[in-house]
């Protein structure tokens, strides 16, 4: 895609020069033309203010803020990104942070981020694909910083050079704003009740409350404070026909990618009871070791202490290789049921599905565990079992019937605090984390997500349509249960335990089981976020489809 430069007008150099105290930094920031509006199209970016900035007093504790705004005169909604272009930043201690804050739905980030170290001039992306609708003004603070640190030796940065352009470019609609287009009238905001299941309730201030919809997540319940929509309750349209399967769309990720729960083959319209592979009642044990606490591990590592637990280096069987495949391809494992179905040859085609799925996608095998609450002969509680249960406190458990909250982002308490004093890497499987990394960009659904759809644990919601099948009449799985990837708890019995998913004994109900039980396996993949989805309906008779019609994602697929 040819990008097309929307500049500012502001040259943002901090020159850090020497011969002052070690106490003290001197950059100079100079922004010259500051009252420029310049445009890419009809969209048009304003600095507030026509000051020039110089400050030659500046140390460490200096912050500096600035204002422009961003106007879309197009008479269509449009989408750009922020950049700094040609970025030199050299400093060595990377305390300089800054952080972007908008309104009107423009981009928001939760905290300071560090500038981005730059030995030469390059284009460096701050927000991408922020939309905007048409005759709507964002506006938008900048703050850059100097924390005074304790723990650097800042005088490091004296002599170095910070430089570089803030500019826009033309952006392109995700899959998760096109997600939000297309279910404009169903889409709800932020969900305030978690306490509930699928239909209608009664809340505080006396109104009725139905947890059907389209919903949004941020904040300290996503990864990075990123937007994330996701459907939950008895939802009939958000079936995806893709790789020869039916799918449901879950949610969109963080990395804007699209999340799908399998759904069955698609010549059987997503009403047989088989939308789980390996066929008709083909169960697989999560793991077949149960005594021990590291085998709740999507993989896991060696007994002992809670980081040898998840050292990650063997792949739970339900996981299993790339070996794991039958004569028909239809292996219950889930590295077996992608490489046959992901890659598969029909002897004279090769369909290569797997060019189409996300690899920076998180699978959240949460594993967090409260300071001191670990061991192998007492029982306790991981992060999902903390969010999602009113277990005992006496082994980690809060009573919080009334903040019943899940997440999306790894690690966290259902006030959305970290759990562990530093967010375990190990629990967010990618095909790019090197310290969670998978062969195959496959997981199962989370028990998390299964709250955020309309589920609640030792519950019934028989019309949550992660339950039913396509006719809204059966269990997606029969009689069967099956795995979701959050553990729950390891008991002082020795069992290592994992939520699961009731089949039509107790319909739609988020339960948990020891790890070598046998349930059904429903794999979980994630659409690449510059995808699109072709116009239908969204139900199982007629679903959605995936298309490329950009030339960079057309491009990023070779």
């Not at 319209?269 to 021990?292: M, P």
């Not at 969670?436 to 028990?447: E, Q, S, V």
């Not at 949550?464 to 269990?475: E, F, Q, R, V, W």
Request: contains cysteine.
């Amino acid at each position: 895609m040819k990008r097309k430069y929307l500049i500012f007008g502001v040259i943002m150099g901090l020159l850090l020069v020497g011969g002052v105290s070690l106490a003290y930094i001197i950059p100079r920031i100079v922004a010259k033309k500051s009252s420029v509006s310049i445009s890419i199209g009809e969209l048009y970016i304003v600095f507030t203010d026509n000051q020039e900035i110089i400050d030659d007093n500046i140390g460490p504790d200096w912050t500096y803020t600035k204002t422009f705004t961003v106007d879309n005169q197009s008479g269509e909604t449009q989408y750009y990104n922020i950049i700094i272009s040609d970025l030199v930043n050299e400093l060595n201690s990377n305390t300089l942070v800054y952080k972007l804050t908008s309104d009107n739905n423009g981009y928001n980030m939760q905290d300071f981020e560090p500038v981005p170290l730059s030995s030469e001039p390059q284009d460096t992306e701050l927000a991408t694909n922020i939309k905007i609708e048409k005759d709507i003004t964002q506006e938008y603070t900048i703050t850059f910083s100097y924390p005074n640190s304790e723990t650097v030796d800042q005088s490091d940065d004296m002599g170095k050079t910070l430089s570089g352009r803030l500019n826009i470019t033309s952006g392109e609609k995700t899959l998760a704003n096109a997600i939000l287009e297309q279910y404009e009238s169903i889409y709800k905001g932020e969900r305030k009740h978690f306490d509930q299941t699928v239909g209608d309730h009664d809340t505080d201030d006396g109104t009725t409350y139905d947890v059907s919809g389209l919903y949004k997540e941020s904040g300290n319940f996503t990864e990075e404070g990123k937007d994330v929509y996701y459907f939950s309750g008895n939802i009939t349209n958000n079936w995806v026909s893709f790789a020869g399967y039916l799918w449901r769309i879950i949610r969109t990720n963080e990395d804007g990618s699209l999340r799908l729960l399998y759904g069955g083959p698609e010549k059987d319209q997503g009403n047989s009871q088989e939308q789980y592979i390996g066929g008709t009642n083909v169960t697989r044990a999560y793991n077949g070791t149960y005594n021990n606490p590291m085998y709740v591990g999507f993989k896991y590592g060696d007994s002992g202490t809670l980081s040898s637990n998840r050292t990650n280096g063997t792949p739970a069987p339900i996981l299993g290789t790339d070996a794991d495949t039958n004569s028909t391809g239809n292996s219950v494992t889930l590295n077996g049921w992608y490489k046959a179905n992901m890659n598969k040859s029909d002897g004279q085609t090769t369909y290569e599905w797997d060019k189409y799925i996300s690899r920076t996608a998180v699978y959240c095998n949460d594993r967090a565990v409260p300071s001191g609450r670990y061991g192998t002969s007492s029982t306790f509680y991981y992060g999902a079992g903390l969010r999602l249960t009113t277990g005992s406190s006496s082994y980690g458990g809060v009573s919080q019937a009334s903040n019943y909250h899940p997440s999306y982002k790894c690690g966290v308490d259902y006030q959305g605090n970290l759990i562990e004093s530093s967010q375990a890497e190990a629990d967010k499987f990618s095909g790019t984390n090197n310290s969670a990394k998978l062969t195959y960009p496959i997981g199962l659904i989370t028990a998390d997500e299964i709250a955020y759809a309309g589920g609640k644990y030792g519950t019934n919601s028989p019309k949550a349509y992660y339950y039913l099948t396509a006719d809204g009449k059966n269990s997606a799985t029969g009689n069967n249960y099956w795995w979701t990837m959050s553990p729950l708890d390891a008991s002082s019995d020795g069992w290592a335990v994992v939520f699961s998913m009731h089949g039509s004994s107790s319909p739609g109900s988020l339960g948990n089981f020891r790890v070598d039980n046998t349930h059904a396996v429903r794999p979980v993949v994630s659409l690449k976020s510059c995808l699109r989805l072709t116009d239908a309906s969204g139900t199982a008779d007629d679903p959605y489809e995936v298309e490329t019609i950009s030339p960079s994602c057309a491009e990023a697929l070779n």
